[in-house]
């Protein structure tokens, strides 16, 4: 089954320590979610970032959320350490050796108003392993959609994170019953091809 690594809102907005959303606790999900990296680019996996990034001026989001990672700001950038390929955004040639594909988003899912499907579906994807930030608002979002639209989702547990752990745990928990398979890091190397 082809399958691609979703990375959702790993910028520096929440993974780097002057970040406005940054938690000390991110800093273990960083470390896995650099570590499956790692791996899907070991089994040559299309690597997908979807970034928030927000206009300047009216913008939905912020009738419940104060202004933030706005569009070409340092917030919306990948944190430091982070292995980013050469970058295409999602009207992009393809995923070429080397080649990660960029996806903006305005909304909690990364596929609300984006072409992420149709990038997907024209590389013949049909599993998603997502990780990144926050599990219980845009992972959560992102892996429901995802569901709906028909892929088969993977979301390792360790790379994920969230400031409310009650809420990311039972985001986990509604994701594992009825959205997908919430997985260890070892399983997700597994699911990956990747030897151990």
């Known amino acids: 089954m082809s399958t691609a690594l979703l990375l959702v809102d790993v910028i520096n907005d929440f993974f780097d320590p002057q970040g406005r959303n940054y938690k000390p606790e991110y800093d273990s999900v960083l ?3 650099k570590t499956i ?4 680019r070991a089994a040559r996996i299309p690597v997908v970032h979807a970034r928030e990034a927000h206009r300047r001026g009216p913008d939905f989001e912020q009738k419940k959320l104060p202004v933030h990672c706005l569009s070409g700001s340092w917030d919306v950038q990948p944190p430091a350490g982070l292995d980013v390929g050469c970058e295409q955004g999602s009207t992009g040639a393809g995923n070429r050796d080397g080649e990660d594909l960029v996806v903006y988003k305005r909304r909690y899912s990364a596929f609300f108003g984006t072409d992420l ?6 590389r013949q994807i049909a599993r ?11 992972v959560r979002a992102t892996v429901q959609d995802a569901f709906a639209y028909g ?3 993977v979301v390792p547990r ?6 409310y752990h009650h809420l990311r745990d039972a985001s986990l928990e509604d994701i594992q019953r009825y959205m997908g398979q919430v997985v260890s890091l070892d399983e997700t190397r597994k699911i990956l091809g990747v030897e151990g």
Not at 117 to 122: F, G, P
Not at 128 to 138: A, D, E, N, S
Not at 158 to 163: C, R, V
Request: hydrophobic share 50%; with cysteine; charged share 20%.
């Open 151 to 153: 892929y088969e989702v």
């Open 117 to 122: 499907d149709l990038a997907l579906r024209e």
């Open 31 to 33: 470390v896995a979610i």
């Open 158 to 163: 360790e790379a994920t994170g969230s400031n």
């Open 128 to 138: 998603l392993v997502v990780v990144g930030v926050k599990t219980h608002v845009c």
């Open 37 to 40: 990296l790692r791996w899907a």
